[in-house]
Antibody, heavy 119, light 109 residues
Framework: QPQLQESGPGLVKPSETLSLTCTVSGGSISSSSYYWGWFRQPPGKELEWLAY???????FYNPSLKSRVTISVDTSKNQFSLRLTAVTAADTAVYYCARTYAYGYDLSWGQGTLVTVSS | QTVVTQEPSLTVSPGGTVILTCASS?????????PNWVQQKPGQAPRALIY???SRQSWTPVRFSGSLLGGKAALTLSGVQPEDEAEYYC?????????FGGGTKLTVL
């Protein structure tokens, strides 16, 4: 089963772009029928789904964030990434990458990484 | 905006049975919403338990079961163990988008 590890800056300034990468180990990101995705959880609050990208390239976004979020895959590095533009303090959260087959089958998350938005 | 509603908190005795529910602001929850249930303990990453209403993940103990109940998705814990104390989230599918409920804090006491 592929394992996931998030990486990226822990501090981002307001109005800037948050960029995170998820490295996949133990399997090829392009050789299985997985959806690769991002979730987040503000401190003390509930989980929120952000985006999925299918192994073949199709993308799905949370409508409330669609204008600010981009998910992409780099098959050469076996990684996928999240970009969130124009961040504010409300984007402070633990960000999790995840993988799943359709409709949640075999859904599994990385350990998460805390991103704080502050000047 | 779609809202998914869960009980904020529930308490159960060890060995007991408890049912957590998940309602949608759009109406009755059906299998077309592919309800998922997720467990999260403090300081840990989420762990998926149930997908597509009733199917357990390969690592999910059999004491966890999913169903539809009275127009809601439901998660039943039978023979509750102390280690089941956690936050439980439901996750519903809305035609390409996924929405979490606010979570139920389950206390085993």
């Amino acid at each position: 089963q592929p394992q996931l590890q998030e990486s990226g800056p822990g501090l981002v300034k307001p109005s800037e772009t948050l960029s995170l990468t998820c490295t996949v180990s133990g399997g090829s990101i392009s050789s299985s029928s997985y959806y690769w995705g991002w979730f987040r959880q503000p401190p003390g609050k509930e989980l929120e789904w952000l985006a999925y990208i299918f192994y073949s390239g199709g993308t799905f976004y949370n409508p409330s964030l669609k204008s600010r979020v981009t998910i992409s895959v780099d098959t050469s590095k076996n990684q996928f990434s999240l970009r969130l533009t124009a961040v504010t303090a409300a984007d402070t959260a633990v960000y999790y990458c995840a993988r799943t087959y359709a409709y949640g089958y075999d859904l599994s998350w990385g350990q998460g990484t805390l991103v704080t938005v502050s000047s | 905006q779609t809202v998914v509603t869960q009980e904020p908190s529930l308490t159960v005795s060890p060995g007991g049975t408890v049912i957590l529910t998940c309602a949608s602001s759009t109406g009755a929850v059906t299998s077309d919403y592919y309800p998922n249930w997720v467990q999260q303990k403090p300081g840990q990453a989420p762990r998926a338990l149930i997908y597509s209403t009733t199917s357990r993940q390969s690592w999910t103990p059999v004491r966890f079961s999913g169903s539809l109940l009275g127009g809601k998705a439901a998660l039943t814990l039978s023979g509750v163990q102390p280690e089941d104390e956690a936050e439980y989230y439901c996750l519903l599918y809305y035609g390409g988008a996924w929405v979490f409920g606010g979570g139920t804090k389950l206390t085993v006491l």
